[in-house]
């Protein structure tokens, strides 16, 4: 267990919704980092928060939004749901901002009909 | 931008042999090199990582070394195991808050 919790764990819906994903870092990580992970691919870095402000942005789609709540949960908001949208999404969390161990969630499964 | 390039895509070795995997990180500015491990359908875990001021580190049957001024960095696992079979992932971060990750190699024991 490694300590940061991700809700849901599967999700299906359908084209053109919208869904939030929901991440608990680990108690006093500060930094939460979202990734996408489609089928045998890759881990996309999506974007970065610490305490609370935004640290950097990846390739992130306009229609996905995230923030992170005064409590350091994290949420990744995903509308317009396209196919492609499809995917693991993983937030992990870290200590420090920039460099250090990624302790990563279970991860949110994501499938658009 | 930032990327980080990540060969091979799929590796096959015996029992018992070595495995080498190679990165290539973009950017100078990143200080930070670690290594996931993937586990099939599970989450990533870190079993390595090195700094920019280090050359080369070890933990039992892995390492990694870094070369700075080639922008390389490349993983070594001996003595290869069927458990040691998963995909990894290397990243670079430091500086942009960015923490870039490898396509990921995925790696089968053949026992």
């Known amino acids: 267990d490694s300590g940061v919790t991700q809700t849901p764990k599967h999700l299906i819906t359908a084209t053109g919704q919208r869904v939030t994903l929901r991440c608990s870092p680990r108690?006093?990580?500060?930094?939460v980092y979202w990734y996408q992970q489609s089928l045998d691919q890759g881990l996309q870095f999506l974007i970065h928060?610490?305490?609370?402000?935004?640290?950097a942005k990846g390739n992130i789609l306009e229609r996905f939004s995230a923030q992170q709540f005064p409590d350091l949960h994290s949420e990744l908001n995903l509308s317009s749901l396209e196919l492609g949208d499809s995917a693991l999404y993983f937030c992990?969390?870290?200590?420090?901002?920039?460099?250090?161990?990624?302790?990563f969630g279970e991860g949110s499964r994501l499938t658009v009909l | 931008g930032e990327n980080v390039e990540q060969h091979p895509s799929t590796l096959s070795v015996q029992e018992g042999d070595s495995a080498v995997i190679k990165c290539t990180y973009s950017d100078s500015a990143s200080n930070y090199f670690p290594w996931y491990k993937q586990e099939l359908g599970k989450r990533p875990q870190l079993i390595i990582d090195?700094?920019?001021?280090?050359g080369e580190k070890k933990d039992q049957r892995i390492a990694v070394t870094l070369n700075k001024t080639a922008k390389h960095f490349s993983l070594h696992i001996t003595e290869t195991q069927p458990e040691d079979s998963a995909v990894y992932f290397c990243a670079a971060s430091g500086g942009t808050y960015k923490y870039i990750f490898g396509t990921g190699t995925r790696l089968k024991v053949l026992a």
């Open positions: 108690s006093g990580d500060l930094s």
């Open positions: 992990a969390s870290s200590v420090t901002p920039d460099t250090g161990e990624l302790f």
């Open positions: 928060y610490y305490n609370g402000e935004e640290r």
């Open positions: 090195i700094r920019s001021n280090v």
